[in-house]
């Protein structure tokens, strides 16, 4: 086994391609680091599969056109539920009364589907959490942090062999190799963009 904690936002990365793999509509995940820092409690506050699985219902239905939510995006209507069944996500019977069919979760055929991934991506978590653990009140993690972004730097097109794209930010990169979905190659920053940052 590796000493080296895998990179959360590769295995976000990959765990999107994963999903796209059955949903190939879902559009590509522009910054899979963004949804590191990123909170929302309509949307669950703790990053997990099943919430990676919530936001591709909203690529989806950004996709097709679909207003899947209301009230600044904190109310979930059946719209969004309609979809994440469609995803593998289960609901309760009644909505939430602020954030509608947000708190939705794996169903059984979900749960056996997704299982590499999610076990994957849970392990990848953990390493992140035991790698930022150290992290205190006086540690200084920037801007963006304070904002609850993930921040890192400006973002830039990688590509793959197959001509899919992501936005990431070259460090992000650098630190392991992000993995097409579609293809199975690693994304790449071309030369004239790397030799101009």
Request: net charge positive.
């Given at each position: 086994?590796?000493?080296?904690?895998p990179v959360l936002?590769?295995?976000?990365?990959?765990?999107?391609?994963?999903?796209?793999?059955?949903?190939?509509?879902?559009?590509?995940?522009?910054?899979?680091?963004?949804?590191?820092?990123?909170?929302?409690?309509?949307?669950?506050?703790?990053?997990?599969?099943?919430?990676?699985?919530?936001?591709?219902?909203?690529?989806?239905?950004?996709?097709?056109?679909?207003?899947?939510?209301?009230?600044?995006?904190?109310?979930?209507?059946?719209?969004?539920?309609?979809?994440?069944?469609?995803?593998?996500?289960?609901?309760?019977?009644?909505?939430?009364?602020?954030?509608?069919?947000s708190l939705v979760?794996?169903?059984?055929?979900?749960?056996?589907?997704?299982?590499?991934?999610?076990?994957?991506?849970?392990?990848?978590?953990?390493?992140?959490?035991?790698?930022?653990?150290?992290?205190?009140?006086?540690?200084?993690?920037?801007?963006?942090?304070?904002?609850?972004?993930?921040?890192?730097?400006v973002r830039v097109?990688?590509?793959?062999?197959?001509?899919?794209?992501?936005?990431?930010?070259?460090?992000?990169?650098?630190?392991?190799?992000?993995?097409?979905?579609?293809?199975?190659?690693?994304?790449?920053?071309?030369?004239?963009?790397?030799?101009?940052?």
């Open positions: 086994m590796s000493t080296t904690p936002a590769a295995e976000l990365a990959q765990a999107w391609a994963d999903i796209q793999r059955y949903h190939p509509e879902l559009p590509d995940l522009a910054a899979p680091e963004s949804l590191i820092g990123e909170s929302s409690s309509a949307c669950g506050a703790e990053l997990s599969f099943e919430r990676l699985l919530h936001e591709a219902v909203h690529g989806i239905a950004a996709a097709r056109g679909i207003r899947d939510t209301s009230r600044a995006g904190r109310y979930h209507n059946r719209r969004f539920l309609a979809v994440a069944e469609e995803l593998g996500l289960d609901h309760p019977e009644e909505p939430h009364p602020s954030s509608g069919f979760g794996l169903n059984p055929e979900a749960k056996r589907r997704y299982r590499q991934t999610t076990d994957r991506l849970h392990r990848a978590l953990k390493a992140h959490s035991v790698a930022t653990a150290g992290d205190t009140a006086r540690s200084f993690r920037g801007p963006a942090a304070r904002h609850g972004s993930s921040g890192g730097g097109k990688a590509v793959c062999d197959c001509g899919r794209n992501v936005r990431v930010v070259p460090s992000v990169l650098a630190q392991a190799p992000i993995m097409c979905g579609g293809c199975g190659k690693p994304f790449r920053i071309p030369e004239a963009v790397a030799v101009a940052g």
